[in-house]
């Protein structure tokens, strides 16, 4: 099955910091750009960062430029989202999403995994 | 604050049609075809159903279009079912500091 898949999420307290991994699984995502989404409860999708494929171009959201770092290992098959300085507000469910070689929109998506910022 | 603009929701009986509207700038959904649209249950993932304004992937019902008109996209979903009932995200690439934004997504309920 292709698919990505993310991990690494769970509780941690504010001021912390937590790196999340996404894989893929059947598919190869060494040529695209790779995003990470996140959804908070209750609320809709918030694109968060980008990196292309040969980690040129990397893209971050105003709200976690500066706390925030994307990377990747394509021999790994891999992106990561190192968050530190980790407030409430990062509570969310965060997906990585794999961006379309030829255009821009994210057409596979893993499930998520969760992110809890909590005292 | 979403920088692009959906009604909170929008209903219609089974068999009806329904548009959502998608309204953004000359910096993102005006300047760009790289408008898609995501549809989501709760607890699930989003699923993509429109991209580059008005193409579907292989496996989305026909029922789904999309278009655009200057700084505005729109989804349309024709011979509404039970099962369209779900929220719907726009997003678009934008030319400004960031490289995607999405609109804070419409509640489509099948009266």
């Known amino acids: 099955e292709v698919q990505l898949v993310e991990s690494g999420g769970g509780l941690v307290k504010p001021g912390e910091s937590l790196t999340l991994s996404c894989e893929g699984s059947g598919i190869i995502i060494s040529s695209n750009s790779v995003n990470w989404v996140r959804q908070a409860p209750g609320k809709g999708p918030e694109w968060v960062s980008t990196i292309s494929s040969r980690s040129s171009f990397i893209y971050y959201a105003d709200s976690v430029r500066g706390r925030f770092t994307i990377s990747r290992d394509n021999a790994k098959n891999s992106v990561y989202l190192h968050m530190n300085s980790l407030t409430a507000e990062d509570t969310a469910v965060y997906y990585c999403?794999?961006?379309?070689?030829?255009?821009?929109?994210?057409?596979?998506w893993g499930k998520g995994t969760t992110v809890t910022v909590s005292s | 604050q979403s920088a692009l603009t959906q009604p909170a929701s929008v209903s219609g009986s089974p068999g009806q049609s329904v548009t959502i509207s998608c309204t953004g700038t000359?910096?993102?959904?005006?300047?760009?075809?790289?408008v898609s649209w995501y549809q989501q249950y709760p607890g699930k993932v989003p699923k993509l159903m429109i991209y580059?304004?008005?193409n579907r992937p292989s496996g989305v019902s026909i029922r789904f279009s999309g278009s655009k008109s200057g700084n505005t996209a729109s989804l349309t979903i024709s011979g509404l079912q039970p099962e369209d009932e779900a929220d719907y995200y726009c997003s678009s690439y934008t030319s400004s500091n960031t490289y995607y934004i999405f609109g804070p997504g419409t509640r489509v309920t099948v009266l």
């Open positions: 580059d304004v008005n």
């Open positions: 999403a794999r961006d379309h070689s030829r255009s821009a929109y994210m057409d596979v």
């Open positions: 000359s910096a993102d959904v005006g300047a760009f075809n790289y």
